[in-house]
């Protein structure tokens, strides 16, 4: 079995020391999530208090609803029994993957080019060309700013409160969420 990438994110994720090839999930459910107008935005393989779950995070202009993660949920489910590609009991939970999500693939940070985002690395920073306007090793792992771009290679920048901007690649990135500051109700999260 060959392993292919997308980007810069295997196509395969490791959960608590479980291995599940994503890339043979992905195409066989895809069409079935989307002919429900939909789309597949991440997966997840995890185990969890002894239970191995499958989690579906699903999404489409203006947010899923209930209704929407039941009609999902039966559609993979048949899929999913009909060709059995998991070899071990597991449970199926499909949802949204809610307001401050997960930003994992290259075409997420490119949809929230624009947002506040919280990225944390996985070492502490240090940046990619020594003669970079940041090239100081800050100590630092957590960034909150505004995600101002992502480019060639998998380059992230990022634009804190105080105007200071920050380069990473997604490979130094261990997560990034979108953050929400909800002030006298509105989300301020997209500026």
Sequence with gaps: MRFRRVGVRPLFHIAKGFFVLIGTLEPLITPIIESNDVELYDMEFVKEGGSRI???????????????????????SAVLDEHDPIDSAYRLQVGSPGIERRIVKPEHFRRYVGHKVTVKLFAPHS???????ESVTTGRKKFTGILSGYG????????????QVWNFTQKQVSACRLV??????RNSSNG
Excluded: H
């Design 127 to 133: 940046p990619e060309e020594p003669n970079a306007a």
């Design 54 to 76: 499958l989690r579906l995070f699903i999404d489409k202009e203006g947010g899923v609803d209930l209704n929407d993660c039941e009609r999902v949920s039966r559609a993979v």
């Design 180 to 185: 929400v500051d909800v002030i006298q109700g």
């Design 152 to 163: 060639e290679g998998g380059k992230i920048t990022l634009e804190d409160e105080d105007g």
